[in-house]
């Protein structure tokens, strides 16, 4: 085995980044990391089975307590059922709150009961796993948030709470419209200070919402927009339209992921009013558009990106 090679401990000592699939026979493995590596930062583990072994389940978590500042934690488990790990692995993962300042969770577990322990977080990812306990949670240092939208039930709570302190706020998933219009909005009042932004979008009644976006975001340099259902048609006319009415000053950057439809005329009229840099990057996850894209390129109005 490699942790029999004479050279171990030279070669580990001075690990940083470590990345664990989780087995029942590591044990040993963890054992010596434990023994020689004192700085990891970055650790990412990865869940198949839950750690039932007592033994693992110990190992492991003396791992992660055995670390001076473990800043970067990314969970993923499997999304076929619930993760419950124990109050020791929980421990030792509280030992490094506050030094954590990214986390990542894929699948449903129970670690993210923790979350609002982790006070230096600056970045946050959740897919999956509903979180209700973060309804009320303050995160101070909070920059950049990743959520699955069609999960996450507090996120109107959260985003009043936090997002003054959004800089980057990626939202994804099919949900209804009228709670797509509620988030929406609450994007506009709260995180006035966005420089990146992806969201669902559908067209309906969501015209004051967007316009209010582009009129408070005035930092906001990125837009994604990305399909609210599925085969739902982003309408560009639309979106076209309303930054047109708004023309966002810094605005730079925008992706239509999914099917999307876009006129000669309304890019036109956005090219001869658009206010903002040139040329501006436009990407499209379709090829339905690229020779009309190509003649505004050429115009030096955009570029496809």
């Known amino acids: 085995m490699i942790i029999k090679h004479q050279r171990f401990d030279f070669c580990f000592q001075h690990l940083c980044e470590l990345e664990i699939n989780y087995r029942y026979d590591n044990l040993k493995l963890f054992d010596k990391i434990a023994d020689i590596c004192k700085n990891i930062e970055i650790l990412e583990l990865y869940f198949f089975s839950p750690p039932h072994n007592i033994n693992v389940d110990y190992s492991l978590s003396r791992l992660i307590r055995e670390q001076n500042q473990i800043k970067r934690l990314y969970i993923s488990t499997s999304c076929m059922r619930k993760f419950d790990f124990s109050e020791n692995f929980k421990k030792a993962i509280l030992i490094h709150s506050n030094s954590l300042i990214d986390y990542t969770s894929i699948g449903k577990h129970n670690l993210n009961s923790l979350i609002q322990k982790f006070q230096n977080l600056k970045s946050l990812t959740l897919y999956d796993g509903d979180t209700k306990n973060l309804k009320s949670i303050l995160l101070p240092n909070i920059q950049e948030v990743c959520l699955n939208i069609r999960h996450q039930i507090f996120l109107l709570d959260f985003i009043r709470n936090n997002g003054e302190n959004f800089k980057s706020l990626k939202l994804y998933g099919q949900i209804c419209n ?35 976006i582009f009129n408070n975001c005035n930092d906001l340099k990125s837009i994604t927009f990305s399909h609210s259902i599925y ?5 560009g006319d639309k979106i076209s339209t309303i930054l047109n009415q708004t023309l966002p000053k810094n605005l730079n950057t925008i992706i239509f992921k999914g099917e999307v439809t876009i006129s ?37 109005f955009l570029k496809i990106i």
């Not at 219009?181 to 067209?203: A, D, F, M, W």
């Not at 436009?282 to 020779?291: A, E, N, V």
């Open 231 to 235: 085969y739902y048609t982003i309408n």
């Open 264 to 300: 000669d005329n309304s890019l036109e009229s956005l090219m001869n009013s658009w206010e903002g840099p040139r040329p501006i990057n436009i990407k499209l996850f379709s090829s339905r558009h690229l020779g009309l894209l190509k003649k505004y390129q050429d115009l030096g």
């Open 178 to 212: 009228e709670y797509l219009r509620e988030v929406t909005e609450s994007i506009g009042k709260c995180c006035q200070n966005l420089r990146l932004l992806s969201i669902p979008y559908h067209e309906k009644d969501m015209e004051q919402q967007l316009s209010q």
